[in-house]
């Protein structure tokens, strides 16, 4: 009954439509397959998006973070305050420089970081704030930026949130990253972006992602220490074209999460997790829907249930302070409560825009099934 191809229920599904298709058939026929007018597009269309001056595409959301972080001038034995409640990237992006990721707890309704745990672990050290708006919820931003430090915030997973004063995720000035994994709400197969107000970053990360070379400078000119991030004109052509259906997929995927909590609602009432709802006027910007097991229940059954039953789910997020090069700079169990009970009962349910009510409907029974039995 459940075999994969029938009702198969993948965890994540891009939609690719006829306006990719053209958009990367012209790329081709084209013969520029990189550094052309798709790249300069989907930038433009990014930064227009979250209402600042300049976009700059990566080759992933991790170079952007990397780019990012070193702009901010982020360089060996700096501290970097962000949370371990995160995809691996975002802390990660600290090492690459050497530099030291400063974890602290996160706030246990948005999941995204406690402010005041912010505030209190700022030192000389401090270089930067590496705030995380995770699974699209928009981190308080605001509260941060009273510190007068530089802020990286990692939106790989916040296309179309809002904050409370209806500035865009990633439209607040400072340096603001973007992904496109398949799974993301914009998904180019791989790709970042870095949106900021500020000429100099956005300069500094078009050198660096492209080998140190500066604008005026010819092909094989290079002043700087730089990397190859960038993205390709095929991406970048998805990218343009998935931009053109970003509202309607995400007001998708904000009617796939309605179905969800509506069909879920019994079971919160006895003790499952849900998404917390957004607060005053802040607006999720849907990515994920993840849920925490009730008490009790053991999550990695429930996925193991889940998937047999052919929906396929994860744990997401396990925290990164456990995993084993994190606990050689110290990190142990404990330190980050919120963190860890969040990250040992959590996990992600499919969802993606095309999903359907009945698909949400079948996911729902068959985890009522396995937490009730019935
Ligand atoms: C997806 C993601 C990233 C990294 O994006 P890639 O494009 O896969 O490198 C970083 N941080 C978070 C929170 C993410 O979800």
Redesign the pocket.
Known sequence: MNTPGTDFIPAAKPVIGDEEKRLVLEVLESGQLSLGQKTLAFEQGMADRVGVAYGRAT???????HLALRAAGVREGDQVITSPM?????AN?VLFERAVPRFVDVDPVTFNLDVDAAADAITPKTKALLP???FGYPADTPALERHGLPIVE?A??AVGAIHADGTPVGGRGHSA?F???A??QIATG???MVVTSEQRVADLIASERNQGRAADMGWLDHDRLGFNYRMSELQAALGVAQLGRLDQMLADRAQVAAWYRAALADLADRGLGLPCADRGQERRGW?VFVVQVPDGTDRDDTIRALTADGIQCRPY?PPIHLFSFYRDLGYREGMFPVTERIGASSLALPFFPQMTQGQVEHVAARLRHHLLGH
């Not at 080759?59 to 973070?65: H, N, R, V």
């Open positions: 080759s992933s959301g991790t170079a952007g973070l995160s995809f691996i990237a975002s992006s995380v708006h995770i990692d790989c997973e990253v992904a496109f994994y799974n993301k791989e790709g970042g990515f997020l």
